[in-house]
């Protein structure tokens, strides 16, 4: 594996200020059969450690059905979730959803994990948000007269017990006394079903992984269709053998390793009609999550190729690698019915991941079917995917993870490369359609890493969105932040 190349850090302020950044005179790849034009980018916010997952809140779903079977649209923001998606509110479509290793002054749940928080930031403002490193502090929820504000946090007034702590039937939740956020890695902003759906390493990338639903007050979700479940997924706490009735799960598997990536799938195919997503683990593992019947398997260990040991370079930085996750319901091979694209950073691919239908009815889920690979010269550790155009009107699958049907063969996506800090847009086949480095006053981006990517909510078939936003940590000191450019 390549070592990142990276010049001497001079540190998260010497880009947001203006510093000269040195650049790296390593040469571009002579494979590469597009030219790399430079992109300039603004720096939005700094002081965020760990800058991780990144998405537009955007806009929730409201009216129509959900297939199969016509299932009515779940009302995903019900009245009373109206002051949360507001002009200036924590989920104003406008703004941006970002993970981060820091609780920001909030004090930490105890024996469940590691610090970590979702901010909900305006990208409007001319001027780079400098986040102050306590603001969280003694209950605190807002900063920089409200540009930033706390969405979620591992910390006791976040805990799953809060909205689900209630016997019901002699029953608690399996996970009352965990977050839903801790060391978030991943990151589904669900506007089809209306909730907020984070993929977490608490213990690192191999200890026990969770995920949760996360309502737009960044509790895990009230009044759950599983009083055992709550809003959190953990480890084999929340399997359906140990959450239903059913003597055992229909695909084995758990949250063995910390939650690297997800995405939603959409509604069931068991005729529930309650949604589905998948966490991708470290050890290259895939979980699908039954928001009724919790957690079967969906692929072993392994079908993505794991980031668990496998660039010793880039574990020994202070940013955590993870996988980029997106979903395809479009335009599919016969017998498939949805296709994730998973970024496997330290091989330079991206793995194709075909969906099925598996077991017999009432009792199916979704099923592995093939896996292929994207090669191309121009992935240099591929850390993050986004949609160019994301589905942003379909209630089955609304979400920032999932590729709108465009015209033609569907959505582009963008590629975040960490290894040079470029921005690939690729077709779904594989084919590159331009590739973009970063600048910042001018000067290439060369002390910091890509660490997250997202685009704004406004593309359309022949238009690319208005922004990229993208998030960047420093490899030595673990400081992040918040990048926006142009979309191309």
Known sequence: M????????????????????????????????????????????????GASAIAQIGTFVSG???????????????????????????????????????NFGAPLAMGVGQEGSFLSIDPSGRNTLIV??????????????????????NSPDWLNSVNNNIMTNGVLPNTARYAGVSNPLGL????????????????????????????????????????????????????????TTQPQQ???????????????????????????????TANGAIVQEHTL??????????????????????????????????????????????????????????????????????????GLGSVSRIRSAALNIPVDLAPVERNTDDANWASNTTLDEGSGSGSDFYVANQGDNTIVRM?????VVAIARITVNGQPLDDV???????????TDSTPPSTIFATFVDPNSGQGGILAMPGF
């Open 449 to 459: 890493a890509l660490n997250g990517i997202a685009a704004s909510t406004d593309a």
């Open 293 to 366: 019947y919790g957690l079967d398997g969906l692929a072993p260990p392994g079908t993505v190729r794991p980031i668990l040991g496998g660039n010793g370079d880039a574990q020994q930085e202070a940013n955590e690698p993870r996988f980029g996750v997106i979903m395809n319901p479009y335009n599919l091979p016969a017998g498939v019915v949805r296709q994730l694209l998973v970024s496997e950073s330290f091989y330079d691919t991206i793995a194709v991941v075909n969906l099925t239908v598996f077991g017999t009815a009432p009792f199916q889920v979704f």
């Open 2 to 49: 390549r070592r990142i190349g990276r010049t001497t850090a001079l540190g998260i302020m010497a880009v947001a200020t203006g510093i000269t950044v040195l650049a790296s005179d390593a040469p571009w790849r002579d494979a590469r059969a597009h030219a790399v034009v430079a992109i300039p980018a603004r720096v939005v916010a700094v002081n965020i450690p």
């Open 64 to 102: 129509g059905t959900l297939s199969p079977g016509n299932c009515p649209n779940p009302s995903p923001i019900p009245s009373k979730f109206s002051a949360y998606t507001g002009t200036g509110a924590v989920l104003d479509p406008k703004r941006l959803l970002v993970g981060s290793r820091s």
């Open 427 to 431: 077709k779904q086949d594989g084919t």
């Open 188 to 243: 589904s902003n669900n506007n089809g079903f209306g909730r907020i759906w984070p993929a977490n390493a608490p213990f690192g990338d191999i200890g026990t992984g969770s995920s949760s639903i996360l309502d737009p007050t960044g509790l895990p979700l009230a009044g759950p269709p599983n009083k055992e479940i709550g809003g959190v997924y953990v480890g084999r706490r929340t399997n359906r053998n140990v959450v």
């Open 250 to 280: 229909i695909i084995p598997g758990a949250l063995n390793a910390g939650g690297v990536g997800t995405a939603l799938l959409g509604p069931s195919p068991d005729g529930t009609c309650k949604a589905v997503f998948v966490v991708v």
């Open 132 to 153: 102050p490193p306590k603001f969280a502090s003694g209950g605190n929820r807002s900063a920089l007269g409200g540009y930033v504000q706390m969405f979620s946090a």
